[in-house]
């Protein structure tokens, strides 16, 4: 009553909001509510499924802190959560583990594993038919930039496993599946081993989806042999061999109801068995045009289209590299200008940064960009025979540009940079502003382009875009 105000805050997964104050005036006694008198609105609060909402009432012009009410408004499932600017290389044979259900985190081995203090993260999210996790952590505990989402199962339950991981689980109701899904994993081939059993006979049927290809599905047993220490394949868990992800495409993982009405999921192991892709090309592609046009756009997050400083016109079609966090990225069945496939593939190195610059031209307003000094590197592979020109976009914020070449054939061309001066940020296209030109390559069938950028006045080396142009066919 009378001046009896108070500031109020808030906290969420280590995120404060506010604190912001009541007016102490005799605002808050009129019958229409108005903000800052009555009340106080904190906007855009991102809790993750399992954590706790933190609200905080302090004293404002007396010694008494007051709380009337509280109104607490979900407007999206998904929480605002800024990830991780940078994240090390992934490991060799890189492990990658999750507990569900699991108040406490576990470490160790399971059907595979690198040792006894193996780091699993965590998911424990009851009565949550939603969730996210973040800021996931490789077996050794490095950030990996991975997340994930958990769909359909908000219950969590024990079976008296006597491992750990295996001892919890969370499971669905109603015949729904479970379903999760990976986004940011490193480019590669995986083996996931998905642990699916709850008490008695309550099994389940695993199976996996990337990049348009289905893995499984398989079905964990019924009988008691779920119950043994000893891991065995068909009985506590499900391996899906030579699952395939490429670069920036997001895994999705079904537990579906086996038995009973309950689909289950205890755990996660993604193993990294190679850096490649296993991916069948295509069996045949129609002969490149005349002035045929190949370009790729980095970075970006949205599909782009239309010229640069080359181009047949304003649909030109622009195959998209966005593949953030990842060391090594590759793309397949890259697509002409005019839209026909080309049956060329590309690999990215060294750039797991993603940017933009305020640039007014959609392509050359993203880039992608190394750490520490190292160059990126773009591997061109089943270029048809010819003579190309070679349009390469690199230019950062501010001062960051960088040093472009080439090799193909044993043969090196340039070293050439873009400017530190501000004229990159111009919407005309100028040669050595925003872009390097390299003039004549010759392309034997067969032989790979290989494109550097390198660092120039800051430790970063940028990639905006490519443009290869055939200008002939000898």
């Known amino acids: 009553m009378l001046d009896q105000n108070s500031v109020i805050s808030a906290q969420a997964d280590g995120i404060t909001y506010g604190s912001e104050t009541i007016n102490p005036g005799q605002d808050w006694q009129a019958s229409t509510w108005t903000e ?17 909402l933190i609200l905080y009432s302090s004293p404002g012009a007396t010694e008494l802190a007051v709380l009337n009410g509280l109104q607490v408004r979900q407007t999206s499932q998904r929480s605002k959560r800024i990830k991780p600017l940078k994240v090390e290389r992934p490991p060799n044979d890189a492990l990658l583990n999750v507990d569900f259900a699991a108040p406490e985190v576990w470490l160790g081995m399971a059907a595979t594993g690198n040792g006894s203090t193996d780091y699993w993260n965590s998911s ?15 077996s050794t505990g490095l950030l990996s930039g991975v997340s994930a989402t958990v769909e359909n199962a908000p219950g969590a339950w024990t079976n008296e496993h006597p491992d750990g991981m295996m001892n919890t689980f969370m499971h669905s109701f109603g015949f729904q599946p479970v379903i999760v899904t990976l986004t940011d994993l490193p480019n590669g081939t995986y083996d996931v081993y998905a642990y699916i059993h709850g008490v008695l006979d309550q099994n389940s049927m695993i199976s996996a989806e990337a990049d348009g290809v289905t893995y499984g599905p398989e079905t964990s047993t019924i009988g008691a042999e779920w119950q043994s220490p ?53 069996a045949r592609v129609a002969k490149p045009s ?26 030109d079609y622009w195959n998209r590299s966005y593949a953030p966090y990842q060391y090594f990225a590759e793309l397949f069945d890259l697509k002409w200008s005019c839209g026909l496939l080309s049956g060329v593939s590309a690999t990215v190195e060294n750039a797991p940064g993603a940017w933009t610059n305020e640039h007014p031209d959609g392509m050359m307003n993203t880039f992608t960009h190394s750490f520490g000094y190292q160059p990126i590197s773009v591997t061109l592979t089943d270029l048809p025979r010819g003579t190309y020109d070679v349009y390469v976009y690199a230019h950062g914020v501010l001062d960051q540009n960088s040093i ?5 054939n044993g043969v090196m061309y340039a070293p050439e940079a873009t ?25 034997v069938s067969g032989s790979p382009l290989i494109i550097h950028s390198a660092p120039g006045v800051t430790e970063l080396a940028t990639l905006n875009g490519l443009q290869l142009r055939l200008v002939s066919k000898k």
Do not use: H
């Open 290 to 315: 005349k002035n045929a046009l190949l370009n790729i756009d980095f970075a970006n997050p949205e599909p782009w289209f239309g010229m640069a400083a080359t181009g047949n016109g304003s649909g």
């Open 404 to 408: 472009i070449s080439a090799e193909v």
């Open 124 to 138: 424990y999210t009851p009565y949550q038919y939603f969730a996210e996790l973040f800021d996931l952590k490789w």
């Open 230 to 282: 000893t891991w065995t394949e068909g009985a506590q868990y499900i391996l899906l061999e030579d699952v395939s992800v490429i670069a920036g495409s997001p895994l999705i993982i079904r537990s579906s109801p086996g038995a009973t009405e309950l689909a289950v999921l205890n755990g996660l192991q993604l193993r990294q068995t190679s850096q490649r892709v296993k991916k069948a090309k295509p």
């Open 36 to 52: 800052g008198a009555q009340f106080i609105l904190l906007e855009g609060v991102s809790v993750t499924a399992g954590s706790p």
């Open 419 to 443: 400017i530190t001066s501000s004229d990159w940020q111009s919407p005309l296209w100028t040669e050595g502003s925003q872009y390097i030109l390299l003039e004549n390559l010759s392309v």
